[in-house]
């Protein structure tokens, strides 16, 4: 009955750990919840995720979105083929509940089919990547591209660093950079 009753609570906590990171998602992942919370007088959204497919990587720290993966916060959103959490080790609390703010994540990937609305911001590639604690984005694939009205930039690897809002773009040997911006506009605002 001890042994039962031990496991049952390992589990709960292990469930708590999952919903913690699901709800840590996306207000780490730029675009969701970030820009929501600065607005204090509108209440918090909610974040819905759909999959296929539902995995919890236990002692190797990661939860795993697979098949059809939507993840919608307010008017951000995000899809692809699998959404995949990694969380650090110290993620639950010395009392055992868990950690449920952006500092318990690792870092978040998104690959197949990503496609990611963020204001009026859609980024489309292979691969994204969000490294929470360097507050870097890096979109990987040949035809990674980001378009914010009639402006855009594609190339094999997009790094996009949150804090001072720099953009990297590099090409490969089949594709070079592109950028189309049209007069007037700062670029990508």
Not at 153 to 182: H, P, Q, W
Request: proline share 2%; charged share 30%.
């Amino acid at each position: 009955m001890v042994k039962l009753c031990f496991v049952k609570k390992i589990g709960l906590i292990r469930l708590f750990v999952i919903y913690a990171v699901i709800g840590a998602i996306l207000t780490a992942w730029p675009g969701f919840a970030e820009e929501k919370a600065q607005e204090k007088t509108s209440p918090k959204e909610k974040i819905h995720i759909t999959s296929d497919k539902l995995i919890s990587g236990g002692d190797q720290r990661y939860v795993e979105f697979i098949g059809d993966v939507k993840a919608i916060q307010g008017d951000s959103e995000i899809l692809c083929d699998t959404l995949k959490i990694y969380y650090k080790k110290d993620s639950v609390k010395p009392d055992g509940t868990p950690a449920s703010d952006e500092q318990s994540l690792k870092k978040i990937v998104a690959t197949g089919n990503v496609r990611i609305k963020l204001d009026n911001k859609d980024a489309q590639t292979q691969e994204a990547v969000y490294l929470v604690e360097e507050r870097i984005i890096i979109l990987t694939g040949d035809n990674s591209k980001i378009v914010s009205g009639k402006d855009s930039i594609a190339g094999s690897r997009i790094t996009l660093y949150r804090d001072d809002g720099r953009i990297k773009v590099d090409g490969n040997a089949e594709k070079r950079v592109e950028a189309i911006f049209f007069s007037g506009k700062q670029g990508l605002e």
